[in-house]
Nanobody, 126 residues
């Protein structure tokens, strides 16, 4: 059963913007931290951003601070990643993930996330 589905990826020129969306089907995810990770070709998966269940706390990788914004709407079961001022080094497959439980609030570690979407490709041309 697919519990998270991402959309919004694509090809954009450097300096442009994209908005990624993730729809989740499990209602318990409303109480979990949700995160975005990315994996570039030949590289390890890396943390991008996370948001607490209440949206009170957000967390960002240093490489995207000031450019990306994560948000969520629990009434619509969605998590969004707004990406501005994109750079070629942002090119990767972006995946949405749900923390394993409320115990992993604010985690930036992939292993603390138990449910993953299939990912959406983001390509930034120079």
């Amino acid at each position: 059963q697919v519990e998270l589905v991402e959309s919004g990826g694509g090809l954009v020129q450097a300096g442009g913007s994209l908005r990624l969306s993730c729809i989740y089907s499990r209602r318990t995810f409303d109480t979990y931290t949700m995160g975005w990770f990315r994996q570039a070709l030949g590289k390890a998966r890396e943390f991008v951003a996370a948001i607490s269940w209440s949206s009170r706390n957000t967390y960002y990788a240093d490489s995207v601070k000031g450019r990306f914004t994560i948000s969520r709407d629990n009434t619509k079961n969605t998590v969004t990643l707004q990406m501005n001022s994109l750079k070629p080094e942002d090119t990767a497959v972006y995946s949405c993930a749900a923390a394993r439980s409320t115990r992993y609030s604010g985690s930036m570690l992939p292993n603390d996330y138990g449910s993953w979407g299939q990912g959406t490709q983001v390509t930034v041309s120079s």
